[in-house]
């Protein structure tokens, strides 16, 4: 990781960039206070931070607002340092700029459980800076040394008493140099960070007054919903633009490429006019592919050896040598993001700018987009990030500002692209479907002396990252198995990677959230042979001491592992370890003749390092389980005809209120750097719940979703 | 010209009478607290009340609410049971789904006062939050009923 960067030059970079700006045309979507707006000469250190001669505490924030509470958190940790009053900060989304792209990806984007942990440092010198320099100006007004003023609440006070407010120290502080590496707390003295607040969002959320990017509106704005291809690499062959223009409302038809755009003054008669331009579309690239074609297509793959991702010991010879060999084989499908709020982006492209309001998970990738597309410089690309009605990596795609660019150009004003339903699930980026076969070998006393793993799946970063593809080999296709939680002294992992015409891209805990239903099934299937207690045989895998170590123990001892289950009921578990974080999910199970699975209880326990704002990594962790269950229970996308079957939520159900059960969340208490929360809450939940229904029934379920006909007894 | 009562004032749309009202209400309207999701009535984003009976506004043309009393987030005063419940409980993550969800919440505890839990899920079970907000949603619900009770039964 490339902190060293930070550590030397953030303060140099950032004190050199005003980039955040209030939204054009008047209109404030962040709570901007009136105090604020009539208060003059803030004090800005740099872009993440400014003080009002009143007091108020602006926090600029260049992470998305997908409701992860990063909007709240980042705050907390500046706030912290700056030993700030709680109360007078507010926080603010800024334009997409230099000073707020990650110091590990040096690009701008919310993804990977990042916001957090990939400016641990930086965020912290942010606010410690800004206090250094409060300090300073106070000391200097009083004619003392620095070290004898104290700070708190928002104000420097002297020995004697006396005190300053932060708002009162602006001007002279603004004229002091920023300091380059400012002393940071000791954890001990954290009074916001790991304390219970309310998130900031919130309030505006439940009041309805939140502007989503769906909602956003510009004046001269139209609306575009665009005709994509029903079918992989389809083009329109002919259309009726007479009848599309001839619905009321509708402006103008636009053919793009391989899609035609419906631009109208409201978003229903873009809709009809779509509807109205009665397309034909040619095949496509693949007319006869369907859920059954894609299957024996993984399945073939599957057969072929495929890329060597890691190769520790000699797995060979130690199956050989093994007391008992395993082998099984695991499938998952292609998920949807079925985010809440459709994708949707708005730009204005104009002579010597381009102007966009979106609310993306990519930034710098929206920025390089219209770019591109316009022809003008990175920097007169103008993002504003929006909320988000959900992500969960979906949004760093670029396929909406792409259109919203186009047509704004050519219609010269400024357009939102919108996008329907049925559009989300047609031209989803899927969570990549995946099929795999293991084969481990046991020692005598039940130790796994051997693991032979072969993955057959389609690669996400071969489309968004092909530099970071190598010898065919994805290392998101095989994350969670190279690096398992556990020390095993052969380990061979074969990727075969299956291209087809289906588009796969970034989903929630990404390789993660495939590999690690496999792994910890098959690790449950381990120790069942060896009879040893699936925690046990875990943690006798494991580093003892180690943080895998620590939360599974947490978990065992917070759940009650051990403890006599109620009648007819069984427990499961399982683990990974994540984007620099550790978690476990313990499953309380039990499963009616008739094969219906009801999940009692859920217990998590997570180390995420510093836990910088618990209640949010609390909701997380709920959510964690929410969507872990509905993967395991219901979605999978289906296709046919060379296109996607699956169409709205009557068919792609997700889990609802009387399947989510009690949920206890435990966060290990330690001062280590903070680590990801969103992603490392998901890839146990599914496997946990496979294993405690074999120990209800006997029976192992290898493919999500479940499939409830296998549990049907007598 | 379509006229509809909204949070109790008289508003005029320019639109057709079989638009659906979800779109009357964000496009011509500007009330965007109303939320689009999936259009067939399947997830409950778009629920308003109308006449204080939570209904999935993407499903009901315009023209046939003229008469009624159509009630959005905004139309509910800032210290409604249900708007208090969902603040103390921290229950948004992305809170698309939210408003839609209390309205649902509002119309099933005018009906169902003082919930059981498995009450509670029944009738909530026809909505959708994908962030996975439901535990919360589930001791919000229980808190504004209890605040209800305690006002007198009137929220």
New interface residues.
Partial sequence: MNTHITRRDFLKKTSLVIAAAALPGGVNLFHVSPALAGADAPFKPHAFLEIAADDTITVWVGQTN????THTGIPMIIADELDAAWEKVQVKMALAAEPFKSPVWHMQATGGSSSIRHRWDLLRKVGAAARQMLVEAAAEQWGIPAEKCVTKDGSVTHPDGRSLTFGQLTEAAGKRPVPEDPPLKDSKEYRIIGTQR??L???D????????G??F?VPGMC?AVVARPPRYGASPQSYDEKAAMAV?GVIKVLPLENRIAVCAE???AAMKGRNALNIKWSEGSQPNLNDDTLDALFKEHLGKPGAVAKNDGDVKKALEQAAQTMEQSYKLPYLSH?????INCTAHVEKERCRIWTPTQGQTDTQLTASKLTGLPIEKVEVMTL??????GLRGEQDPVEDSVLLSKTLNRPVKVMW??EDDFANDRFRPASQCRIKAGLDKDGRVMAWSHTVAAPSVMSRLMPEYVKDGIDGDAVSGITDMPYDLPNLLVNYVMVNSPVTVGWWRSVGYSVNAFAVESFMDELAHAAKKDPVQFRLDHMEKGGRPYNVLSLLAEKAGWGTPVPEGRARGVAATSCFESFAAHMAEVSVSKEGKITVHKMVCAIDCGTAVYP?AIR?QA??????GL?VAFHEKVRFENGGVKTA???DYP?????D?P??EVHIAQNNLKAGGVGEPVFPSVAPAVANAVFKATGVRLRELPFKRELLIRG | MIVLNVNGTKMQADADPDTPLLWVLRDNLGITSVKYACGIAECGMCTVLIDGEARRSCIVNAGDVQGSEITTIEGLPENHPVKVAWIEKQVPQCGYCQPGIMLHAVDFLSRKPNPTGEQINDAMDNVICRCGTHPRIRKAIQMAAEMTAKQGGKS
């Fill in positions: 997908l409701g992860q509470g309310k998130r969002d919130i309030p959320k439940v009041m309805g007054k939140t502007v989503y769906i909602d509106t609306i009321k409201t978003t229903y079925a985010q809440a709020e459709p909320p988000a009605g959900g992500g969960f329907t339903r209640d909701a709920e959510a964690g389980v929410v969507m509905s709205n939520y009557d997700v889990l609802t209120l009387s989510v009690e949920t």
